[in-house]
């Protein structure tokens, strides 16, 4: 089955009671039971929901995975996924990645024994000389936010499987459509759902895929145990983001790929990040193992002045400046101050992201509008 048709059919069942073609929405805490112990699969809310099973469903059939489990979002699924090691454990990170993420592993688990090594993933051999007896898991975001690098996914894969090191993308910058890391043999694919899956900057939710069952089994105890899951009316707006994920993710790429070239185009634009360029250093990595490049960006002015970088932030009309990115809306964002804030400075300026770096959320509308509002606030 192809991938549109899958996003439209994936874990729909019309409701066996009224023929409702869309899940509803099991509104409910709890489930009455014939006796003790006797239920019809359900037994609290916590543990089990219709609506969520429906999306957990869906969302295992896009990733090309077994298994999927959901979560009230994006930084609660990677934190069940850390909550798989133990004191003493150590992280192989990329050095360019969400802050959010950055912020959960250093102020949140390091003070638990956890040890994470931030390193440049783009060459494999960095990662190799960085593995060691304590090494357990292997984080990789690829695309990078907000740089836009490229890590090879069967790569990493090559060097974790042989050590019996987890592996984990957070594939939230490519989403289904363009990139199935599972495919590539990792153990674990992350989502911040709310971004393009959900697609309409409505709701917060992430979400977890998986091909092994006992994988599947410890990260739904966690899930369960630790009470970080999404509510029915959440699982319901991510099912309905699912249905579009493909028309709106091929408008996403049209409109990026414009976007990108006319940014480079302007005298008053310096360096453009984006995986699509050919003379991206990584390229030849994003073509092999995505279907198309996506929509998000980022970009560094000719005077790369603070005072001039918030000039253009606040310039912008159709470009709202948000966090956040994936919806059908186009943002724009300042890592340095919003999404990145989180991140020591020096540690920002070391991995190259710059107190004047901008990243855009190309959204779907009409491309010609977006590069006249990007050419009247840039100049």
């Known amino acids: 089955m192809k991938l549109a048709t899958k996003l439209i059919h994936a874990g729909a069942e019309p409701d066996p009671s009224t023929g409702a073609i869309m899940t509803p929405i099991y509104q409910t805490s709890t489930y009455v039971q014939a006796a003790p112990g006797q239920n019809k699969g359900y037994e609290y809310a916590r543990s089990q929901n219709p609506t969520r099973k429906a999306l957990e469903d869906a969302l295992a059939i896009i990733e090309n995975g077994k298994y999927a489990l959901s979560f009230g979002s994006g930084v609660a699924a990677t934190d069940a996924v850390i909550k798989l090691l133990i004191p003493g454990d150590e992280v192989i990170a990329g050095n360019d990645l969400y802050g959010g993420t950055y912020r959960l592993f250093t102020k949140v688990f390091e003070k638990f024994g956890i040890k994470f090594h931030f390193i440049d993933m783009q060459d494999p051999a960095n990662i190799k000389k960085h593995i060691n007896d304590n090494t357990k898991l292997i984080w990789v975001e690829t695309p ?48 911040s759902a709310t971004k393009y899956i959900g697609g309409h900057s409505d ?51 049209e ?57 253009v932030l606040s310039s912008t009309k159709l470009f709202s400046l948000a966090e956040s990115l994936g919806g059908v809306e186009s943002l724009i ?15 920002r300026i070391k991995n190259g992201l710059n107190d004047s ?12 509008d977006l590069m006249e509002d990007l050419k009247q606030a840039i100049g």
Not at 147 to 164: E, W, Y
Not at 226 to 249: E, N, S, W, Y
Not at 287 to 305: H, I, P, V, Y
């Open 203 to 253: 709701v917060i939710h992430g979400c977890l895929m998986m091909n092994d069952a006992s994988l599947r089994e410890k990260l739904y105890f966690l899930q369960k145990s630790c009470g970080a899951v999404p509510g029915p009316q959440d699982c319901f707006l991510i099912l309905r983001g699912l249905k579009t994920l493909h028309v709106r993710m091929e408008r996403h790429c």
């Open 333 to 347: 964002n300042h890592p340095a101050t919003m999404t990145h804030a989180s991140i020591p400075r020096e540690e």
């Open 255 to 311: 409109n990026g790929e414009k976007i990108a070239h006319f940014l480079r185009s302007l005298p008053n634009v310096a360096k453009v990040y984006w995986c699509g360029f050919e003379d991206h250093p990584s390229y030849a990595v994003a073509k092999k193992q995505m279907r198309g490049f996506g929509g998000m960006m980022s970009f560094e002015l000719k005077n790369d002045s603070v005072d001039e970088t918030k000039r």
């Open 357 to 368: 770096l901008i990243r855009l959320s190309v959204g779907i509308e009409d491309a010609d």
């Open 144 to 191: 990078t936010n907000p740089l836009l690098n490229i890590v090879d996914i069967a790569a990493v894969v090559s060097l974790a499987k042989p050590q019996n090191i987890l592996t984990c993308v957070d594939n939230t910058f490519a989403s289904p459509f363009l990139q199935n890391p599972l495919d590539f043999g990792i153990d674990i694919v992350m989502h």
